[in-house]
C-alpha cells in the first residue's frame, strides 16, 4: 500500500497504459485468459457462499458498485455500509507486522524476524495475536501477509515485510500466518501479487510531463510457478480470503488488470475463492480490470472532492452495466467473492466497532465521509501479547559467530554498550516515510525495531537495547559504560571508558528499510564499520548486533577481537528483552539465516532495474526487468555459481550441539502417476493431488551437548537434469525440534507431491521426474551430512 505522502503522480494516472513495446519482444506478451471464473464455494465456503448470495440478492446496482469500490471512511481502506441492509462495511488496515492505524496496539516481530524463526508454532500464534488487535479495533481485513516481494533482491526495500527468498520456506511460514489470523476471526489479505520485487518505479511517473509505466516484471512460466507463484499457492491453500495485486507491471501489463495471473494462474489454476483487491491507486482500468479478475478497487475513487469519489469504478460500473459493456453477473461473482470470507469468518455477528481514536489516523479527512459510520471508545487491544513478542523476537535472532563460546555471557562485571542502535527512539515513536520520523536520512540515535512504510506499527513503547542490558547486568551488580553516539564513538568518544579493559563490549548496528526506495547499501548506516573496528581495537571480547533489514554483509566478521555476531533483524517493541535473553542464555539461539549473508555486497548479483538515464527517460516503456536468473536466487545463486559466502542459508548457532544421524525414504504411495489426475478437483491450492504426501524422510536426531536447545534440520532435493534448470537444490523440508541436554528424537519429512515436480511448461503441469532425486539433510543448505536417493 501506499502511503499518503506519495500521491503526486496520482493526477496523471488515471489511463490505462498496457501496450507492450514491440521491441521488447523476448518475453512476449500476456496472453489473454477470459473469462473470470466465478466462485464455487469449494474449500469449506459452501454455506457462507449462500449468505453471500442471498446478500447480493437484496442490493440494487448503485449499492453494488460501491461493494467493489472503496469509499472514504475511518480506516485505510473502507467499503461503504449499506444501513438499509444492516451491513456496517468493511474496514481495511495495514498490515503485516501491526494494525498501524490505531493506538494501544503492539508492533510484533516483522516477517524477516518470524522466518528466521523457523518456528511454524510461533508464526501461527503471532498470526493469531495479530488479528485478535485487528478484530479488537474493528477491521475486518488486515492488509498482510507478505510473499512479495520474495526478496529476489538483497536491496529490495521491503523483503523485511515477508519472510524469505525460498519460495518453500515463504509458503510454508504464509499458510500458518494466515490460519492464525483466520482463525481470530480476521480476513488476510496476502500481498503483493505478483513480482513485486523493486520500489524503484513500482508506480508510474511523469518525466517532463511524460506519463512513464510502472516497472514490468518479465517473468518466464518455470520460474513464474517454481518460485513467485509458489508461497501463493501456499496462501490460497491455507484459505486466505483475499490477495493484494500490485504496482508493477508484468510482461508489459498491469498487475491488477493482468488475466493472465489473475483469472489464468490465480483463479483458475489454484482455484481462488476470495477476491483480489488493488495495491492503493493500483487501478488503471474501468471494465477491462474488473474482466481481467480485479474485484476490489482501493481505497476507490482518486480527488475525494466532497462526495462520491471520482473514480474509473464507482459510478461509472453502474453505467457500465447500464450501457451493456459489463455484464451484471461478473459484478456479482466480485460482491459473492468480497462478502463469502465475511460470512466464513462470521463477521456478520457481533463484529466490533472501528474506534475513534483511529479516525485522526485515518487516509480520508472525516469532513469528507459521505457515510455515516458506527464508532466506538478507544479500546487497548494488547493483551497479553509482549509475552509472545520477546519470545519471537529471540527466536528469530540468528548467532552467526561465537568464538571460544563468548556467548551465554558468564555474568561480565565490566560491560559496555555502543551504537545508535542500542539506545531509545528520540525522534518520536513511528517509523512510517523517509522524510519523516525514524528514517536513515534524518534518525541517528535510537533504537530500530520495525521498518518504514505502509508495514510499519505505531509504538506505544520499546524496550531499548541499552535499558535491557542495564537492567539485566545492574541485577547483579555490574557497570555498564556506554556511548550511543556513533560519531562520538568514531572519533576518541571511548577513551572517557574506566576501567578498561571492559569484560564484554556489546555493539549495536542497525540497516534502515522501507517501502518506497530499495536499498543503497547492505552495509549498516551510520559509520558502523568505523564503530565496530573503533570499539573492537580496544576490547578483545566485541560482540556485535545488527538490527533492521536483511542481508547485511559484514566487513568486520574476521576481526579477531569481534568474538560474536547476532543478526537480530526486526524483533517489534520487546527488542531488548529479547536481545538479553539470548545474550545472557536465558534463551538458547536457535534462529536460522533465511537469506544468504555474502562476503561482499558485489558477490550478489545485482538484480534493481535503476539508472539515472532510466530515470531521467521519457519512452513510456523504458522499465523493463527480465528475471533471465530465472529460479537462481538467494542459496540458489550461490550454489549454482559455487561461490563461497560469509554465512549460508539454513545456518545459525546454538549454544549446544546436535547430530543427525539414520536417514530413512520410506514411499507413501506406490508408483505415483507422472502428473496429478486431470479428474482430480480443483481446490484452492491448485490440483487436490499436489498437496498429497508421496513419500516420507525420516532421521534421528541427538541434542550432543550439555545444555537443552532447540535445532532445525532442513532437508533439501536436488532434481535430475530433465527438470531443466540450473538449481543445485531447494529446500523441501524443516522441522524445529526443542531437545534436552542427551536427548534423541525423529526428525520426519512428509514431502508432498508438489515438493518432488518440477513445472513442465510444454504441458503445463507438475510433473514428478523419472530419474532420482537426491535428498540431503543436515543443519542449514551447505552442511548436509546424510545423504539418499529417492525415485517417486
Ligand atoms: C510472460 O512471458 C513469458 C515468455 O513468453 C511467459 O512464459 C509467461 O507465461 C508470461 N507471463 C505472464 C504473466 O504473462
Ligand atoms: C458465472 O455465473 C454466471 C451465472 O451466475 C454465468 O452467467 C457466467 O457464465 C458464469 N461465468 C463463468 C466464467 O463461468
Ligand atoms: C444488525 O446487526 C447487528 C450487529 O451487527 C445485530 O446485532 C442485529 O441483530 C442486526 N439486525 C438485524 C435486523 O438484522
Ligand atoms: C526535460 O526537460 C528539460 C528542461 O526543459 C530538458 O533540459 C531535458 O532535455 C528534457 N529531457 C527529456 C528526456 O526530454
Ligand atoms: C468515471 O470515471 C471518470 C474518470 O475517472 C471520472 O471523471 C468520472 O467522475 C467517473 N464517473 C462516475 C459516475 O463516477
Ligand atoms: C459504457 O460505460 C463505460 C463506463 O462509463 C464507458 O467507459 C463506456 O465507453 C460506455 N460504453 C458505451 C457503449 O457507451
Ligand atoms: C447519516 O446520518 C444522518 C443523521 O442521522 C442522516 O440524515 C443521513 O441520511 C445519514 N447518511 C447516510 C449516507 O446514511
Ligand atoms: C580461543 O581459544 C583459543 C584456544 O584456547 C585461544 O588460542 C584463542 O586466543 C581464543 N580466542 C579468543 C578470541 O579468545
Ligand atoms: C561518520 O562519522 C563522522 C565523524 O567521524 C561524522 O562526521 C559523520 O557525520 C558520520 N556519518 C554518518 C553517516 O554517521
Ligand atoms: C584487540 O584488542 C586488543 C586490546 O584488548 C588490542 O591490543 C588489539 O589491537 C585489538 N585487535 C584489533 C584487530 O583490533
Ligand atoms: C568488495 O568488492 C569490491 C569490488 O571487488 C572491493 O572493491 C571491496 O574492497 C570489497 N569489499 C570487501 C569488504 O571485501
Ligand atoms: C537509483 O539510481 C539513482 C541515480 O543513479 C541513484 O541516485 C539512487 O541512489 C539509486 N537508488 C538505489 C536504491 O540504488
Known amino acids: 500500500m501506499l502511503h499518503s505522502t506519495s500521491l503526486a503522480w496520482l493526477a496523471l494516472a488515471t489511463a490505462s497504459h498496457a501496450q507492450f513495446d514491440i521491441e521488447h519482444t523476448q518475453y512476449g506478451t500476456s496472453p489473454p485468459v477470459y473469462p473470470s471464473p466465478n466462485i464455487t464455494g469449494d474449500g ?38 449499506i444501513a438499509r441492509l444492516n451491513f456496517s462495511g468493511l474496514c ?77 520456506l515463504s509458503g510454508v511460514l504464509v499458510e500458518e500466518t494466515i490460519l492464525g489470523m483466520q482463525s481470530a476471526g480476521v480476513q488476510a489479505c496476502t500481498k503483493h501479487y505478483i513480482g513485486n520485487e523493486q520500489e524503484i518505479q513500482r508506480n508510474p511517473s511523469t518525466v517532463n510531463g511524460t506519463l512513464v509505466d510502472s516497472i514490468s516484471a518479465n517473468i518466464d512460466d518455470k520460474t513464474m510457478h517454481e518460485t513467485y507463484l509458489w508461497p501463493f499457492a501456499n496462501a490460497v491453500k491455507a484459505g486466505t480470503a483475499s490477495l493484494m495485486c500490485s504496482y508493477n507491471r508484468l510482461n508489459g501489463s498491469y498487475g491488477c488488470q493482468n488475466s493472465k495471473t489473475l483469472n489464468g494462474l490465480l483463479k483458475d489454476e489454484l482455484g481462488f475463492q476470495g477476491y483480489v483487491m488493488s495495491d492503493w491507486m493500483a487501478t488503471h482500468s474501468g471494465v477491462a480490470a474488473i474482466e ?34 459489463l455484464a451484471i453477473e461478473r459484478v456479482d461473482d466480485m460482491i459473492h467473492r468480497i462478502m463469502t470470507p465475511y460470512y466464513h469468518l462470521g463477521q456478520d455477528l457481533n463484529f466490533p466497532v472501528v474506534d475513534e481514536s483511529t479516525v485522526p489516523l485515518s487516509f480520508f479527512s472525516r469532513a469528507n465521509w459521505k457515510y455515516n459510520y458506527t464508532l466506538g471508545p478507544m479500546v ?20 552467526l559467530k561465537n568464538v571460544n563460546n563468548t556467548l551465554p555471557l558468564k555474568k561480565p562485571k565490566n560491560i559496555g554498550v555502543f551504537g545508535n542502535d542500542a539506545a531509545d527512539f528520540t525522534n518520536g515513536q513511528y517509523t512510517l516515510s523517509i522524510s519523516s520520523g525514524l528514517a536513515s536520512g534524518d534518525y541517528d540515535i535510537g533504537t530500530l525495531a520495525a521498518g518504514g512504510g505502509s508495514g510499519t506499527g505505531r509504538f506505544t513503547y520499546v524496550v531499548p537495547p541499552l535499558d535491557a542490558i542495564k537492567a539485566r547486568g545492574q541485577s547483579y551488580g555490574a557497570l555498564i559504560q556506554y556511548v550511543t ?146 529460479n537462481l536466487i538467494d542459496y540458489k545463486e550461490f550454489d549454482a555459481a559455487n561461490k563461497s559466502v560469509a554465512y549460508e542459508f539454513g545456518f545459525g548457532l546454538s549454544y549446544t550441539t546436535f547430530e543427525l544421524s539414520d536417514l530413512q525414504i520410506q514411499a507413501a504411495v506406490s508408483k505415483p502417476s507422472r502428473i496429478p489426475s486431470s479428474s482430480a478437483k480443483i481446490v484452492p491450492g491448485g490440483n487436490e493431488e499436489l498437496w498429497q504426501t508421496l513419500v516420507t524422510v525420516c532421521a534421528s536426531i541427538k541434542n550432543t551437548g550439555a545444555v537443552e536447545g532447540a535445532a532445525v534440520p532442513q532437508l533439501y532435493v ?51 521426474p523419472s530419474e532420482p532425486i537426491t535428498v540431503d539433510v543436515g543443519f542449514s543448505s551447505r552442511d548436509l551430512k546424510l545423504n539418499g536417493k529417492l525415485t517417486v
Not at 94 to 112: E, H, K, M
Not at 298 to 322: D, H, Q, Y
Not at 576 to 597: A, E, F, Q
Request: aromatic letters at 8%; one cysteine or more.
Open 44 to 81: 469449506g465456503w459452501a454455506a457462507a457462499l449462500e449468505k453471500a448470495k442471498a446478500f447480493v440478492a437484496q442490493l440494487k446496482l448503485d449499492e453494488k458498485a460501491f461493494m467493489i469500490t472503496g469509499s472514504d471512511g475511518p480506516c485505510v481502506g473502507n467499503i461503504a455500509p
Open 92 to 168: 481495511l488496515q495495514d498490515g503485516p507486522l501491526a494494525i498501524r492505524q490505531a493506538v494501544l496496539t503492539s508492533v510484533f516481530p516483522a516477517g524477516i524476524t518470524a522466518a528466521a524463526s523457523w518456528d511454524r508454532e510461533l508464526v501461527k500464534q503471532r498470526g493469531v495475536q495479530l488479528a485478535e488487535e485487528f478484530k479488537g479495533k474493528g477491521s475486518h481485513i488486515a492488509l498482510g501477509p507478505v510473499v512479495g516481494p520474495l526478496g529476489r533482491e538483497p536491496f529490495g526495500g521491503r523483503n523485511w515485510e515477508g519472510f524469505s527468498p525460498d519460495a518453500y
Open 292 to 325: 481481467a479478475g480485479l474485484d476490489m478497487n482501493m481505497p476507490g475513487g482518486i480527488g475525494f472532492s466532497g462526495g462520491a469519489p471520482a473514480s474509473l469504478w464507482g459510478g461509472n460500473v453502474s453505467v457500465a452495466v447500464n450501457n451493456g459493456s
Open 380 to 399: 487497548d487491544v494488547r493483551a497479553e501479547h509482549a509475552k509472545l513478542i520477546r519470545e519471537l523476537g529471540a527466536a528469530g535472532t540468528v548467532l
Open 485 to 630: 553516539d556513533n560519531s562520538a564513538v568514531a572519533v576518541g568518544g571511548l577513551s572517557s571508558l574506566s576501567p578498561t579493559p571492559l569484560d564484554a563490549c556489546i555493539v549495536f548496528l542497525k540497516s534502515w528499510a522501507s517501502e518506497g526506495d530499495d536499498r543503497t547499501t547492505l552495509i549498516a548506516e551510520w559509520n558502523s564499520t568505523v564503530v565496530v573496528e573503533a570499539v573492537a581495537s580496544t576490547c578483545a571480547n566485541t560482540i556485535v548486533v545488527l538490527h533492521g533489514a536483511s542481508p547485511n554483509v559484514l566487513p568486520w566478521k574476521d576481526n579477531a577481537n569481534v568474538t560474536a555476531i547476532l543478526a537480530a533483524h526486526f524483533p517489534g517493541q520487546e527488542t531488548g528483552n529479547s536481545i538479553v535473553d539470548v545474550l545472557w542464555g536465558d534463551v538458547n539461539p536457535s534462529g536460522k539465516l533465511p537469506y544468504t549473508i555474502a562476503n561482499n555486497e558485489t558477490d550478489y548479483d545485482l538484480k534493481i532495474v535503476n539508472s539515472t538515464e532510466l530515470l531521467e527517460s521519457t519512452n513510456p516503456n523504458a522499465w523493463q526487468d527480465d528475471f533471465k536468473e530465472g
Open 718 to 768: 536436488s532434481f535430475p537434469a530433465e527438470a531443466g534448470e540450473k538449481t543445485v537444490r531447494s529446500l523441501r523440508g524443516f522441522d524445529k525440534i526443542f531437545l534436552a541436554a542427551g536427548e534423541v528424537s525423529t526428525v520426519e519429512f512428509p514431502l508432498m507431491r508438489r515438493d518432488l515436480s518440477y513445472w513442465d511448461v510444454a504441458t503445463q503441469n507438475w510433473r514428478l
